[in-house]
């Protein structure tokens, strides 16, 4: 949780390789609490709560192929996986990056992006709808599922992106028979506690901040209201 | 422990505690049973029907101060605030709602806020006797064994007591001079006992409260979602007087200087609109039928594993308050007659979906 005396927490995901003396923290302003961050300058102090909850299983994944399937803001914690996967290059099969976005302008860490494909991602990244500063694909995030080759048995596939993304990839997910236990979704939720009080992450008996963010879709896909 | 105190032993407890606590207790205000600051042992009225708003406020405040702030120095300092209190009054649904709250409040990460008050809590039940929306006989809180520190039954010429810790018992033997309990009020009490069960206007049609989370479990697609969703106005209400509702929006206030501030918790509603909304616009209970269906849910299915317990005490409250007559046992039995239906025959080459 980060927050502003004054303007109350948000749930925010770190957006660096974990480590124990640094974070990089990106966030949209939106609301008035990620307004107010946006106005700190250099020495000023925001506050922070946790971690909280539970994230990827880094290990686990270790000897697989990875298929990151991001959209928005939803890189932002992405990039934090992408990294750690990157630092332990050797430990991982192939990756793959398919990233979505409204339009050019939103295209988030464009030079990480670059310096990612040269150390071994392949990068996909697709605007919603034509525009004429852009060359490459159009179309949703799930255009470029499809053509994706995947080896179902050794791939684990990572979803973050908007709420409304995640049906769609998982469908089109479906035809590349990756188990479920091997699909990874971090959920947005509104948060207040991060200790599993408050109620508003829950869904159903979940709560989203301790249990979660990050859920396999097999734990997860039986549960109405998750996706 | 089965003490008796006569009518004179109970008005001295009552007052000795007044005089010696932060005391709340049952008045009448406006014509109806509720919990206030008590005084004087005169403005005690003891209430045989369900206060309207539960006494969970006194243990769980509607505002309650987490931290206090200094922007300027970058500096916090926790706050939990817990005086000595007495609740006096509560009835055995009261008692069930708080064994729960109690459970949620040392689950995971102990909440020393609610802890901290709880301790400081000395609780007094008393017999009640059920209005049209009480259901607790069908629910198994009817009656309590624990969470109190005295319960007391009115029997002729005063009062059973039950101490149901050891500072009861020191509470009752300082201020109500008990005795050992005759044989003839023991039977009476077990009369009462056994009349009370009678007495409900309001039920549940299933033999064994503990399949309710199953039952429940089965009623996602119900239609009683979307009925009562129609007229549902989400108000929030049946949060406010839950006694197990007790989920919190947390909030800042600064000083006018800009300089001090505080953060608070404040009770939040599942059936408000805004509930489970995210930055952005997107909501995951965007109609009232689906935040109903998590509020009923709440109550007799999600949490009931964790904390081992239904989180529907039968006391009605939600009921009583709902302006548009949403009734919590009612809608349960809705639900209970789905799922007692045989199956119908599907007719060859339709499905049920």
Redesign the interface.
Known sequence: MVGL??????PISISSQPSPDMVDLCIKA??DL?NALHRLRKGD?L?VRGPFGRGFPVEEMKGKDLLFIAGGIGLIPMRSLIKSALSQRKSFGRLTLLYGVKEPGEVLFKKELKEWEKRGVEVNVTIDRPHPQWRGNVGVVTTLIGPCKVDELKTSAVIIG???MYKYVILSLGSKKIRGEDIFLSL???M??G??????C????VYVC?EGPVFRLSEIRHL??AI | MMDFITKKGFRNLAQGLIKDYVFYGPVTKDGFPAFSRIEEFSQLKLSQTPSHISAKGFLFPPKETLLRFDIEKGMAEGVADAEKQVLFGLHSCDVHAINLMDRVFSYGKPDVNYLKRRENTIIVGTECVPDEYCFCASIGTMTVDEGFDIFLHGVKGGFIARAGSGRGRSLLKKYASPSKTKRAALKELERLTEKKKTLFKARLDIDDPSLLPLVYSFADGHPVWEKIGAVCYGCGSCNNVCPTCYCFDVRDEVSMDLKKGTRSRVWDGCTLEDFAKVTGGMNFRKTRADRLRHRFNRKFRYLADRFKGLFCVGCGRCSRTCLVKINISEVTNEILRASKERPLAVPAGKSKG
Do not use: D, F, L
């Not at chain 1, 200790?195 to 508003?200: A, I, P, Q, R, S």
């Not at chain 1, 829950?202 to 008996?205: K, L, V």
């Open positions: 005396p004054g303007y109350g927490e948000a939106a609301g990620t102090i506050w908007p709420h409304v947005e939720r509104r207040r506690c200790m599993g009080k408050c109620g508003h829950q869904i159903q008996s301790q109405r209201e």
